[in-house]
């Protein structure tokens, strides 16, 4: 469709791709808006992440500030608002800046496997043959190993650490990102209009910017954004095992191994830190859904 | 049918070769060298190396692989570090534990799942289906971990009524069918069971949702056919999809259950993973992992077998 017409047939072809796709994204925009629930879950979501992120000014109290007269301190105590961890130290504070480090940890893995998984999948499915065997088998050893099992045996090896469980995650998120990327790929690949694109001599390359890409990228996006909430466990489990970030930074899973010696003390705090990342999971999870629904196309 | 099984089969054996090799080099990206954990800090250069030869580690890597695959094939994983005990024999204790609970959790969940995702799909949209539709977009966000905690402090720590760590009473010499040792069990079920609950059941939601829109429920209907030999064809529909889900679920439950054995203590393969971690034992945890990595293998097979099974139109694709 693209200049092979000639005569006023080429002008529309050159506007028209880009104010359909401007148009589109109006359109699930404006869907997902509608939608009380997942817009719900996304301002909650906005409002978690900006507090990581202002964290230095919205923290009623300095998060490592130990206070020996308030260890274990109650829910609404003075000062301590949502208790005190077993230091003393303020759980709301150290749970609005926890946030910082679970957030990033769980987003980052999740972006490196839309990447890398993004570009092995489009490639496989594009290419075909035996590139798509190749990379396909080798993301099907890695399918093999239960995903947490996974991320905690790569991360252990690698030795206890931030950077190495972002890694380790970054690795499980590759392989099922990559299978769907294949997938939407292989499909779109056998549509008339790419078809007809390369038989009128269409470059590779442009065939997957403008034909190729415009079309897998949003499911993709879609996939890659439901595993968040998948990666918000797995990267505070890892962390909850000792194995993400070390002390005296935290993140939620590693207030929520702390605070778990004292839940004969202080029951419901010790709670705390793990429903904030269920909080988030839940979020992610109806956002994912609702951006989801808005893209579907009305049967 | 003979012929998609062969085809499957050989399948697997690559995936198994390749499952070997990431196993294998777990060892190698640990950083530092893996014998150091093995000897004091004060051995000199010389012992190192005479440790390296003792190990083999001296040799070329896919010497090195090829020698340790043939020592696994034939049930020797080496010897862990810490007890100084064959690691075969460690995990083989282990899994034990942790089979004890993966089908406890298995059969809660399959079954939850399976009724939960079939009462929703058959009320679609009614008050049912949006309660289960809740309770499954929570379980499936659900932290283990955090359940785990939040069980104890609820049954263990405030009500009493239920221990909060093992796999039974400290006079225990291995495990039985009775009453002090299922006690144990209940909150470690309870925990695994949870998400794997949710998925099953929304597998089972959508697939039951998917059968009753197609053409040939209507005619069912039409001719006249009562509505508990629909259900029958109904639930024939969406099995083999479930099942596959149940199937994986399964295995993550085996494999994937660390955390909730960490809380628990329930000494399982998980535990012993956790456990060779934090000891730098890396024989241990390449052993640990190898079968658990294996069993998921044998398990997605069986998986894709009965799914084929039950479900013929995959066996001519």
Redesign the interface.
Known sequence: MHGTLGGPATIDAAVAPAVRHNRYATVVLLRFLRQPVPMTAAVILLVVMLAAIFAGFIAPADPFQTRVARRLAEIGTPGRWLGGDELGRDVLSRLIYGGRISLAMAILPVAVGLFVGGFLGVLAGYAGGRTNMAIM??M???Y??????LA???A????PGLVNAILALSLVFIPPIARMAESVTTQVRSYEYVIAARLTGASTLRILREHVLSNVAGPILVFASSQV?VSI?AA??LS????GVSPPNSDWGLM?SAL?QS??IN??V??LP??M??LC??C???VSDGVRQAMEVRR | MLLYVVRRLLYAVPIALGVTLVVFSLVHIAPGDPISALLPNEATEEMLQQARKEFGLDRPLPVQYAIWLGHAAVGNLGVSIGSGRPVADEVAAAVVNTVILAVSAGLLSCLLGFVLGMVAGLRRDGLIDHLVNLFTISGVSLPHYWLAILLVIVFSVNLSWLPPLGVGPDTSDGWRPDWAHLRHLILPTLATAAIPMAVIARTMRAGVVDVLDQDFIGTLRAKGLPPRRILWHVVRNALPTTLAVMGLQLGNMLGGSVLVETVFAWPGTGFLLASAIFQRDLPLLQGTMLVLAMFFVFLNLIVDLVQSATDPRIRRS
């Open positions: 088998r080798a099907d050893v890695f093999a190993f239960p995903s947490i099992l905690v045996a790569i252990g090896a690698l030795g909430s466990i505070s489990g909850f095992l000792g194995l929520l778990r839940i004969y029951p419901w010790a709670a793990g429903a990342i269920f999971s839940v992610f999870n109806l």
